[in-house]
């Protein structure tokens, strides 16, 4: 009960409880109960037209483009617990767009699913898990939707004096799902997808040319799951993608990828004690070059010269690579005092990126946690609890120490539906085998970071969020992140929401490039350089949503983003495994020099014994400006069957601009840059059979 912030349930269930379907009641004598219909058809046919400002002689741009599709969607229930989904070249258009971001880490940008194709029926996917109280950062995510219709895999450059017109993301040609559950108690869910062929169209001197970017594609995903007596669960997932490889271009891409897995709880003594495990193995196969990128890759850098276990695995020659992932904990989750202890580890060969989502390999973490809750109001509070971290570790397979910290966070909801949250975080020194971009591990500095979340009472018709955190470390970077979110609802059918994001901080060693220099012997023959990287960050997220009838609603979504960075105090790592830099143009370091017309900084390293005479790099500054909205009118003209009128609207630049005023560009620079309009019309009709 939203305008009370209550929670009503018909089979009672302290806080202190855990389980949830296994406490359902039970619904007796019914009888009598028609079939429904099994088939339900939904076809679409839509029309796009795109508009933007082309630049001059490019072929592939004439200022505007139109499209016509379409196509359908299928739901079919084979049995009364089993139902068949399926959907013959989708389309997304009228699903909110992805937000502008901006990454500086080795990291991928992991993406919030929105298709509903996909978002229907997710959870029978969930895999693994270690529990309410303990989260591995870098733990892989098996099963990761957005790979299905991403952006192709290759991005060629553009040709010099020339044009490239390259896909946005790859089309999906067909899909079907199979979720529920058989008759002896299996939970089923099978996916199966498979995507277009992709090309880039190049034109340059007068030739027109075209190369594959994505070959046709098809993936394959299947869990299945038992629960036995509401207290025991055990399960099992395989994934495969295959690509079919035709082109030269695309011998850097894997051919296949194949995973396999299973995983385990129980609970006992009334629910209050629960154990978690699972355990998975990969395989990935390829040609020689996608081997050897797929060996190179910021999840295993197996090409780390002070490595000596990883140089023992790396092969250039190799067309398949292998690697074992598993989860371990065991948790007390009733009661109120609560704890928490869990290992998990991925080896440096372990690969999902397929058709899953991870971060990184080589890693053996462990995590303690302990707890207490208080669920009954006071005088003060009407509930609270605090957590503490005292041991989170983890070591790569060559023994080194990535990670020792420790945190604290304490929750708070008083009297008056306000509440805090609060946290505090502490790292010791330890190893980054990561800042060099694959080069010799690198001292990772001590680190603490703070951070509050206050939450108004979520009843009232204006209500908001913020969230502030502050980040240092010993090596002097440092950061402030400030999101207030406001909720305005001044009605059932209006309800605005403004979430603004500002960003600003410091970074003593941001990577900037590698030079290989047989001259630098300290550090493996190469030169690894940084800057000293000043960045501010803008983003001014806003959502709209008005029901104009029962039948009528619209959608709007607009966010204005900025990004600056500045670079100053060119430097290169020292030594392997410290946080030492030489300075250029500081003392007997090289000096450095700019030519602002051609935005190149250029190193004389003959003072280090050096044979080149210059290491060169472009400026890495950058002013980035984006601004994406998209307005949805959704009208349900009978049930079922849906008419979308959408307008989407993009604009976009990269600068060399070090300037960091941000506010000047909410103020003049929003509509400066040509925006890209996309107005699609898309009709669907509803079909039961």
């Known amino acids: ?245 035709n082109s030269t271009p695309l011998d850097s891409l894997r051919s ?140 790569n397979y060559g023994g080194e120490r990535i990670q020792l910290g420790r945190d604290v966070n304490v929750f708070g909801q008083l009297l008056n539906y306000w509440s805090g949250n609060f946290f505090v975080y502490q790292q010791q020194q330890g190893v980054d085998d990561r800042l060099t971009r694959g080069g010799p591990a690198a001292l990772a500095p001590a680190q603490w970071s703070a951070g509050a979340t206050i939450t108004s009472d979520t009843r009232q018709p204006v209500n908001g969020t913020l969230n502030a955190q502050y980040f240092h470390d010993a090596g002097g970077s440092w950061s402030i992140t400030v999101s207030p979110v406001i909720n305005v609802r001044p009605s059932a059918a209006v309800s605005l929401q403004f979430g603004p994001s500002y960003v600003k901080g410091f970074g003593g060693a941001q990577y900037v490039t590698t030079h290989a220099d047989a001259a630098a012997t300290t550090t493996y023959g190469a030169r690894y350089i940084f800057g000293e990287l000043t960045q501010r960050q803008l983003d001014l997220t ?20 900025t990004f600056s960075g500045r670079y100053a105090t060119f430097k290169e790592l020292a030594a392997p495994h410290t946080y030492a830099f030489s300075v250029y143009g500081q003392g007997t370091n090289p000096p450095i020099t700019y030519d602002s017309a051609s935005a190149v900084y250029t190193v004389h390293p003959a003072g280090l014994g050096s044979t080149q005479d210059t290491i060169q790099f472009s400026n890495p500054d950058s002013r980035i400006r984006s601004l994406r909205s998209n307005a949805v009118l959704r009208w349900e003209y009978r049930p079922g069957s849906t008419l979308f009128l959408v307008w989407s609207q993009s604009r976009f630049t990269n600068v060399l601009d070090p300037t960091l005023d941000l506010g000047h560009y909410v103020a003049h620079e929003i509509f400066l840059d040509p925006p890209t309009n996309v107005l699609l019309v898309k009709l669907n009709y509803w079909l039961s059979l």
């Open 256 to 395: 296949g990828g194949y995973v396999g897995a299973a995983d385990f709880y129980h609970r006992w003594a009334n629910n209050e004690y629960a154990i978690y495990a699972s355990v998975g193995a990969t395989y990935v196969t390829g040609d020689t070059l996608a081997l050897r990128l797929a060996q190179e890759q910021s999840t295993r850098y197996y090409q780390r010269p002070d490595a000596a276990y990883l140089r023992q695995r790396y092969d250039p020659r190799r067309t398949s690579l292998s690697g074992l992932g598993a989860d371990l904990s065991v948790n007390k989750e009733g009661g109120n005092a609560n704890w928490g202890f869990a290992l998990s580890t991925t080896s440096p060969g372990f690969e999902v990126n397929d058709l899953g989502f991870q971060r990184r390999t080589d890693r053996a973490a462990g995590d303690l946690f302990v707890g207490y809750r208080w669920t009954k109001p006071g005088r003060m509070f009407r509930q609270a609890s605090i957590g503490f971290d005292p041991l989170a570790f983890a070591w």
């Open 542 to 561: 806003t959502r709209l949503n008005v029901t104009f009838t029962p039948t009528v609603s619209f959608q709007l979504y607009v966010q204005p983003f």
């Open 1 to 245: 009960m939203f305008r009370k912030n209550q929670f009503s349930q018909w089979a009672f269930k302290r806080k202190t409880e855990t389980g949830y379907a296994s406490r359902f009641g039970h619904l007796l004598g019914l009888h009598d109960i028609p079939a429904p219909r099994r088939l339900e058809v939904l076809p679409y046919t839509l029309g796009r037209g795109t508009y933007d400002n082309p630049g001059a002689g490019n072929p592939f741009d004439h200022g505007h483009s139109y499209f016509g599709g379409a196509g359908l969607d299928l739901k079919y229930g084979l049995t009364s617990n089993l139902t068949l989904d399926a959907a013959v070249n989708p389309d997304f258009g009228q699903v909110e767009s992805d937000p502008a971001f901006v990454n500086l880490t080795t990291v991928e940008q992991f993406l919030q699913e929105r298709r509903p194709f996909f978002v229907e029926g997710a959870s029978i996917f969930t895999f693994g898990g270690t529990g309410p109280y303990i989260q591995f950062g870098n733990t892989p995510q098996y099963f990761y939707t957005r790979r299905v219709g991403r952006a192709p895999s290759l991005e060629p450059e553009a040709p010099t004096d020339g044009f490239m017109d390259l896909p946005t993301h790859t089309t999906i040609l067909g899909a079907a799902k199979l979720t529920g559950k058989t008759p002896s108690g299996w939970s089923v869910g099978v996916l199966d997808a498979v995507t277009a062929r992709e090309q880039a169209s190049f034109a340059a001197g007068g030739s027109v040319w075209h190369e594959d970017v994505e070959p046709l594609t098809n993936y394959v995903v299947a869990r299945v799951r038992r629960e036995v007596g509401g207290h025991t669960g055990y399960g099992f997932l395989a994934t495969a993608v295959d690509r079919r490889d």
